[in-house]
């Protein structure tokens, strides 16, 4: 019989909802919540020997200790195999879920499943990760589909404590993660291009071998008529923080933005602010702030009254971009979007690394 550690939230586990999201990492013998019914899928094939859950804001606000203790808690009961989730759309959930896997994997060896709805933020992460010992099944949007996700994740659970090979994703169900194998085939690279370029052309089914990411196409707002009529902010990419870098940003793959108050700050002075971005040289953006968040620029405009009804919003928005998952972007991009609604932004001035 495999032993096997689920992982959930606070919501998922049958302790709470946002009134909970603040929990430390917590840990109930057996399976709890959620993992009751992954246990009844199970059956005689294995058992839920312990159920890990924890807060979405905690795990996100204090990551390194959350890893930490899942980490430890993971090497105490020594498990076959992990499941996280599934998060279906939750994207805090879903993230949480991805960077646990990729933890466990890294540190312990763990081959770890999860499941969620594929336009989840996690996704994006999971395949910029390319670890091929974290599995990541798709999910119906919303925990209606409880039920079947269990279902699948229990037998993959299984799959992978056996030590099963486990296929391409085309194949066996798990959403790729852009890892490429050598494969021995009887045709030729070029005959098989020709082959498909055919089958294009006479509009027939074809798969490719290179699948290419589809960009969205985002058509632009209409420009301003007026400046002076808008309520301005200002949202970088470049990474510019506060000294120390007191959220934690990383040099690259962010999945969380953060808005901060400059309401009293006339420029942005050197050893106060500094560049977080792993995709240029920081070292004049820590010179002088300003190339990345142009305050000094926006504070004159301010001055003649030619921005923001004569007043710069009081905060800027920023992520470094760096290597940033397009469905990460996206999701913060919808949420830095509903900030500025909610408090009457009407434009922004997007500045770029």
């Keep these: 019989m495999i032993r096997v550690v689920h992982i959930l939230n606070q919501f998922f586990a049958g302790i709470g909802g946002e009134d909970k999201a603040d929990m430390a990492v917590a840990v109930a013998d057996g399976a709890a919540g959620a993992a009751r019914g992954l246990q009844t899928l199970l059956a005689e094939r294995g058992q839920v020997v312990a159920t890990i859950y924890f807060g979405d804001n905690y795990f996100h606000e204090h990551k390194d200790e959350a890893l930490a203790a899942i980490t430890a808690e993971i090497e105490k009961q020594k498990p076959d195999v992990v499941v996280a989730g599934p998060a279906f759309n ?4 879903g993230l949480a879920c991805v960077e ?26 999971y395949r910029d990760n390319h670890n ?17 996700a269990l279902a699948a994740l229990a037998t993959f659970a299984c799959r992978l404590a056996y030590g099963e090979e486990i296929g391409p994703a085309a194949e066996e169900g798990y959403l790729p993660r852009g890892i490429r194998r050598l494969v021995r085939v009887d045709k030729s690279g070029a005959d098989r291009a020709i082959a498909m370029l055919l089958a294009k052309i006479d509009g027939k089914p074809f798969t490719t071998e290179i699948p290419m990411e589809v960009w969205d196409r985002v ?6 008529a007026d400046s002076t009529a808008a309520n301005l902010a200002v949202i970088c990419t470049g990474g510019v923080v506060p000294w120390g ?19 009293e700050v006339k420029s942005l002075e050197p050893g106060q602010w500094e560049a977080v971005h792993g995709g240029y040289n920081v ?32 905060a800027y928005y920023v992520i470094p971009g760096n290597q940033g998952s397009p469905a990460v972007m996206r ?21 770029a690394t």
Aim: charged fraction near 25%; glycine fraction near 10%.
């Design 100 to 125: 646990i896997c990729q933890a466990l994997s890294e540190k312990l060896g763990m081959r770890c499943v999860t499941g969620m709805e594929p336009e989840n933020p996690g996704v994006g992460v």
């Design 245 to 263: 870098n007191p959220d934690g940003f990383k040099t690259y793959r962010n999945t969380f933005w953060r808005k901060y108050n400059f309401s």
């Design 283 to 314: 070292a004049f953006m820590n010179q002088n702030p300003h190339y990345g968040m142009p305050l000094d620029a926006l504070r004159s405009l301010e001055a003649d009254g030619k921005i923001g009804r004569g007043k710069l919003y009081p």
């Design 90 to 93: 939750a994207g805090r959930y």
């Design 132 to 148: 091929d010992q974290v599995f990541l099944l798709p999910t119906a949007e919303t925990a209606s589909g409880m039920a079947r």
């Design 331 to 351: 999701r913060v991009g919808q949420e830095i979007a509903a900030d500025l609604k909610k408090d009457g932004v009407e434009a922004v001035l997007l500045v």
């Design 219 to 224: 058509e632009p707002a209409a420009p301003l």
